[in-house]
């Protein structure tokens, strides 16, 4: 037996308009040729989808089965259908985020709020526990964009630049490093430094300054939070680096120091990183765009 969506469709309207003739109307399709529609149906399955002679027409229980097929049917295909014209308008899609900047959690919420306001028909979702191998990842289609500070040629894969930000120093307003104007790697020898829980290639402390100045510190403690961070680095627990942003909840505060790397200062850039198919997609350039906005109103405060 071989049954299509419109024999489905054919069975509801006549059940819920109550006849051939309103059905048929419903459906554009002559009185006619919906007789024929339904003796095909009933040749192809060998029982009858009606019970005679009854009004208002009614179903027969093989009729029955087959509207609970076309209730249950309809809807899933109708839902589909609305699913792939958003992907095509480009309303709806999956935007799944790795993150490879620890730090950026604080940046990217207020981010994803306004987004998901913006495109509520968009799957948000965030993989922390891609962040070593986001960019495989990415490639293999399990993320869908991956904020990183680290851009590498790869075929099929844009970066689009975010924003900049400096890496900066951060320590109790009592240590002794508060008298030094700018911070070299040399200073980090006897200090207990405290960063994220991430590999040190990921951190700025050790990629611009540290390792090429092959510098290693007394101690290396890890923390989850920020507000942990701080709040060691107040008591006198160790040291940190951390971004300009991050560092914008303290800068009236009279319990730390905040003091650039090197005399010059040290100057970073995020970026987003996507397949290249995706990138125009209007959903995707929106995100970014909020993400360029969110860093500015942060870097304000």
């Not at 509801?12 to 149906?41: F, R």
């Not at 006897?190 to 101690?219: C, W």
């Not at 403690?221 to 507000?227: I, K, M, N, S, Y």
Request: net charge neutral; charged share 25%.
């Amino acid at each position: 037996m071989h049954i299509e969506f419109r024999h489905l469709r054919t069975i509801k309207a006549i059940h819920d308009t109550g006849g051939l003739s309103h059905a048929a109307d419903h459906l554009n399709i002559t009185q006619s040729a919906l007789s024929h529609q339904i003796k095909g149906i009933e040749d192809q399955a060998g029982v009858e989808l009606f019970v005679r002679r009854s009004k208002p027409l009614k179903l027969s229980a093989a009729g029955m089965r087959l509207l609970a097929a076309a209730e249950r049917i309809l809807p899933e295909v109708a839902a589909l259908e609305a699913e792939f014209n958003g992907l095509v308008a480009g309303k709806s899609g999956r935007m799944h985020i790795a993150i490879e900047c620890h730090a950026c959690f604080e940046w990217l919420f207020p981010v994803l709020e306004q987004f998901r306001k913006a495109w509520p028909e968009v799957d948000v979702d965030i993989r922390p526990g891609l962040a070593f191998d986001a960019l495989p990842a990415l490639r293999k289609e399990e993320v869908d964009l991956v904020v990183s500070s680290d851009p590498e040629d790869l075929p099929h894969v844009d970066f689009t630049p975010l924003f900049d930000y400096e890496p900066v120093f951060v320590a109790a307003a009592t240590h002794p490093l508060a008298a030094k104007p700018w911070i070299a790697a040399e200073d980090f020898r006897g200090e207990t430094l405290i960063t994220y829980p991430v590999d040190r290639a990921r951190l700025d402390v050790f990629s611009q300054l540290l390792t090429p100045a092959k510098v290693e510190p007394a101690a290396i403690r890890q923390v989850e939070l920020t507000a942990v961070i701080l709040l060691l680095v107040a008591s006198n627990r160790g040291v940190a680096v951390l971004p300009d942003w991050v560092l914008r909840q303290i800068k009236y505060s009279t319990d730390y120091i905040t003091r650039p790397l090197t005399k010059g200062g040290t100057t970073r850039r995020l970026f987003a990183a996507t397949r290249d198919d995706d990138t125009s997609r209007p959903y995707v350039a929106h995100l970014i765009r909020l993400a360029r906005q969110e860093a500015v109103k942060m870097q304000r405060a």
